[in-house]
């Protein structure tokens, strides 16, 4: 695994091969090959069910690295699993298992499972990337979708309002855990995103990276624009990019000034027609979120 410390050091290696039935600008496409990049080919891939499980409809096989397709519920159980065989075989030195699962697998479905190896500090790094929503079924609404959003089982009600219920702030939920590393992260931030994975894998013990993943089908945008969106997250104070090492708070973009929300909000469908008091609110939440942010105090911060 080599050190990407500039755009030059990212490997022009592809562990994942074009042509998988995913839709055009897919993010969790995107965020497993800059993981692959990230950690090389020393890399188990655990999958729960989802989106990415397209990737290897039978028989064909894209990535260049172990694929294991496990239950929705169970990709944490599986790492456990297949970390404890490496042991027995006496091949677990420099080999990276990675999970790969959707918010729904991550924030609900596989959650026990989640916290139970994190809790034993099994030695994986998990990635929940994060697309609002159970996307692969028909974009229904998980517990990483937040206020206001449109779903289909979250449509709007008439008086402009939609999920009225707050997103699980997941991160902060594992780094309760005692995980030596948590992080956010977005897609549209390469660089950071690959860091922070070479800095997981440098770690031992359970690794957590809640990646947003803007996507373009269950968000109602062309698919041209996910890097664009992912940047309005960021830059909105949406979606702030930080990460806790062994409980010290590191926030990773400090902008002079946010964006108003308003700006990530009418780039997508999934947010047509909620009211000005909607939006308002949010902008309350992401306002209030951002000042202990700003001042290091991660926990006084309620996330949106
Ligand atoms: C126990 C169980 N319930 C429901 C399903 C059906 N199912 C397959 S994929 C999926 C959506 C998963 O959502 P998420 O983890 O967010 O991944 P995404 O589809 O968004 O990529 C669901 C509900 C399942 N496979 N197992
Ligand atoms: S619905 Fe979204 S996450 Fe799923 S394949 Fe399409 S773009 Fe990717
Ligand atoms: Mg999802």
Known sequence: MRTIKTIRDVPTEELVAGGAPLCAGCP?????????KALGRNTIV????GC???FTTFPFMPTKVPWLHVAIENAAAAATGVRAALEQLGR????NVLCFAGDGATYDIGFQALSGAVSRRDDFIYVCYNNNSFSNT???MSSATPYGTCTTTTPLDGQGSANMLMRKPMARIIAAHGAPYVAQACISDAMDYMRKLQ???SIPGPKFIDLLAPCPTGWGFDPSKTIKIGELAIRTGAWPLYEIENGRFTLNYRPTKLLPVREYLKSQRRFRGISDGVVRDIQGFINKEWKPLLQGSYWDAAEY
Not at 92 to 95: E, I, K, Q
């Open 28 to 36: 969790g496409a995107l965020g497993l090959k800059l993981a692959l």
């Open 199 to 201: 800095k997981a894998a």
């Open 46 to 49: 655990i999958n729960a069910s």
């Open 138 to 140: 028909g974009v229904q």
């Open 52 to 54: 990415m499980t397209l």
């Open 92 to 95: 677990n030195r420099g080999v």
